[in-house]
């Protein structure tokens, strides 16, 4: 499946669900979604920043993509809105030659069915001490890569005042890849759960073939 398709797939599985909405005027309908996994393909130059991304807890990475394990969620079927869970994983900061760290994870994909939206965590830093729910990432729709994801002045405010980093608000991170499991829900939103899903696929892909 080429990059085109997938769009095109997306689009169509949109406005099929925005079809669905615009039928169903009874109260909103969270239904639970499964998962499987979120990838996120860091492309920030970190490293030109002296900073080093290491996952933890059941995250894992291989080279600059990073793995988190999808643990629940839900699709509104009268709104769309899309809620992906990734409980008790994250990435650790680290700066070159000092023991500075700061934690993000616990990573909540809060998604409009275009995939606008914010990605909420964890965050934890020494002197700032932890917070949570915080807005970590913007969310900017679905590019060939994945969805950008794209830093808050949240994030930035703590990459700035603990490592001294220039202000990144606004700056790409990276594209997420969210691979959602099947479930029983109405066509519409299967569809739409579909082109998300296919975003995991696109992402094996290019591995293969950059392989």
Do not use: C, W
């Amino acid at each position: 499946m080429n990059t085109r398709a997938i769009l095109n797939g997306f689009a169509v599985a949109a406005a099929l669900l925005g079809g669905l909405i615009i039928a169903d005027r009874g109260a909103a309908a969270p239904v639970p979604i499964g998962g499987i996994k979120t990838e996120v393909e860091v492309t920030a130059d970190l490293g030109g920043l002296g900073l080093t991304p290491v996952p933890f807890g059941t995250a894992t990475a291989s080279g600059a993509v990073f793995t988190f394990p999808i643990t629940g969620g839900t699709i509104d079927t009268h709104t769309g809105a899309l809620n992906i869970r990734h409980d008790g994983s994250g990435v650790a900061l680290t700066a070159a030659g000092t023991p500075k760290s700061a934690f993000v994870g616990n990573f909540v994909i809060d998604a409009a069915p275009d995939l606008t939206g914010t990605v909420f965590g964890s965050a934890a830093a020494f002197g700032f001490g932890a917070l949570d729910d915080v807005p970590l990432f913007e969310l900017a729709g679905l590019q060939p890569l994945g969805v950008e994801l794209r830093i808050t002045s949240a994030l930035a405010g703590v990459l700035t005042g603990y490592f001294e980093a220039p202000d990144l608000t606004g700056a790409v991170f990276g594209y997420a890849r969210p691979d959602v499991a099947p479930v029983p829900l109405p066509a519409a939103g299967l569809l739409m759960l579909g082109g998300v899903a296919a975003l995991g696929a696109l992402g094996l892909r290019r591995r293969r073939a950059a392989a």
